[in-house]
């Protein structure tokens, strides 16, 4: 599998992952994918070139011609959300990144913190507005549960909904293990929860096309097969005139010259694919599995009710959700590198945990397993920035929790794409800070995933 953090060039023109999102959205919408604009065959010059079709570069596309009357040109290596946004697991929740509120509280003041967390928000907003506009994604019934993965750590989550309730005013249930399993679901390892009343599950690819049609409709053009490859400036000098310095982009069968760029790869950022975001991020690798349709007697076993989205307390979390057709979607960390990311053992470990959790469930098996990367920023918290001349921008560093933010980070782009002035917080207004010791990035993961086993089980 491609590796971001080895491989120059992510490829081109592969198909989407054999995952169940793009078996059943492919099989289940009609006409299969919205339509693009082909490959790029020709030499173009533009206003705004965004590179990547997923949620963030479709989001800003959509909004730079909606809200500014600028037609961006989208470039998409693959196809549209081939990356991150076709293969995650569908939660949309008022979250991104990893830093808790009370930190960003003690760090920021409240001021700021309630400033992020109205931005998380409006990401979710954002996302049911355009839904409501005719994206059939298939959403699923609103909750989000947290599940304590140990006794100790119930009293965590209630100290948690304490202070988000005293903080926001959230209407947030706290469940005992008896009640989680009466009217939610009987999982093993679950010793209570605290339970949101809005976050949902959907169909994420089914997301993405429905924001690429709202996108073409609206005069966003779309090269699909067409990955930038070699990224050049040039300055052009007319007498009697301003200098102007345009970004060159260059594709197989076209070059595009850009007043201004916009990098919306998060992680399928090929490996020293610009200088502004060299060794800002660190790809990581998620797996899920979906399991056979469960029957309706493992369905009373586990007395599996729920459809919400659900998520437990360890450092190296699981998450789960029971599909429409009543598969289980299960999901958790991958492998360290690419080059190991088709390795079963990954998807039998899940599949191994899933059965922990619903012992009833000992002779299920899997139909789809598939890895992909998500971005992690050092700080745990995305950014939406620019260089200083404000003719690249980007937005990336979800930390695994972008579906819905990604939508409103697309958004705050086209303002500043556009000029618009866009609100104060750190998010907008300071860039990703570079890893130190970069190069050893990876090493640093394994020993957090070492830290992660020891905590999980003993802290």
């Keep these: ?20 999102w793009a078996d059943v959205t492919a099989a289940n919408t009609l006409g299969n994918a919205p339509a693009d604009d082909g490959q790029l065959n020709k030499d173009i010059e533009v206003d705004v070139a965004i590179i990547g079709a997923g949620y963030t570069g479709l989001s800003t596309a959509l909004h730079l011609a909606r809200e500014h009357g600028i037609k961006a ?16 697991a569908g939660f949309i929740l008022k979250s991104s990144g990893r830093k808790p509120y009370a930190r960003m509280q003690s760090q920021w003041g409240e001021e700021v913190m309630r400033g992020i ?21 298939d959403p699923q019934d609103s909750g989000y549960i947290r599940v304590a993965h140990k006794p100790s750590m119930l009293k965590d989550l209630i100290e948690t909904a304490a202070l988000q309730k005293k903080m926001f005013g959230y209407d947030i249930q706290v469940l005992t293990r008896e009640q989680l399993h009466q009217d939610y679901m009987a999982d093993h390892n679950a ?5 949101y009343q809005d976050g949902f599950g959907l169909n994420p690819l089914k997301l993405a096309w429905g924001y690429q049609k709202l996108a073409r409709e609206a005069g966003v053009s779309i090269y699909c097969d067409s990955p930038v490859g070699n990224w050049q ?20 069968n076209g070059i595009v010259k850009a007043k201004k760029v916009v990098i919306a790869t998060n992680g399928y950022s090929a490996k020293n694919f610009h200088p502004l975001i060299k060794s800002k991020t660190l790809p990581v690798l998620s797996q899920i599995i979906v399991t ?30 029971k599909l429409p057709d009543n598969r289980i979607l299960f999901g958790g960390r991958g492998a360290i590198t690419g080059k190991n990311a088709a390795d079963p053992y990954y998807a039998k470990r899940l599949l ?12 299920l098996r ?46 705050r782009l086209a303002q500043k794409v556009a000029g618009v002035t866009v609100p104060n917080l750190p998010i907008y207004q300071t860039p990703l800070t570079t890893f130190p010791f970069a190069p050893f990035r990876r090493v640093g993961q394994w020993g957090y995933f070492q830290y992660g086993k020891v905590k999980d089980r003993w802290f």
Aim: charged residues 15%; hydrophobic residues 35%.
């Design 366 to 411: 899997y139909d789809y397993a598939w890895s992909g990367w998500l971005c992690m920023s050092l700080d745990d918290m995305p950014h939406v920035y620019q260089n200083e001349q404000r003719t690249v921008f980007y937005a990336m560093g979800y930390c695994g929790s972008g579906v819905s933010f990604s939508v409103q980070a697309g958004k």
């Design 73 to 88: 040109t989208v470039l998409e290596a693959n196809r549209t959300a081939w990356g991150a946004s076709g293969r995650n």
């Design 352 to 363: 191994a945990v899933l059965k922990t959790s619903f012992p009833a469930l000992n002779s």
């Design 191 to 195: 010793y209570g929860a605290i339970r």
């Design 233 to 252: 400036q040039e300055t052009s000098h007319k007498t009697g005139q301003q200098s102007q310095t345009l970004q060159i982009l260059h594709t197989p």
């Design 1 to 20: 599998m491609y590796d971001p953090l080895l491989d120059e060039s992510i490829g081109a023109n592969a198909p989407y992952p054999n995952s169940y």
């Design 117 to 137: 967390y109205q931005e998380m928000c409006a990401g979710v907003d954002t996302v049911k507005s355009l839904i409501s506009e005719g994206i059939d994604c």
């Design 292 to 321: 056979q349709p469960l029957s309706a007697e493992q369905l009373a076993a586990c007395n599996f009710l729920t459809s919400n989205v659900i998520m437990d307390t360890r450092a190296l979390k699981y998450y789960y959700r």
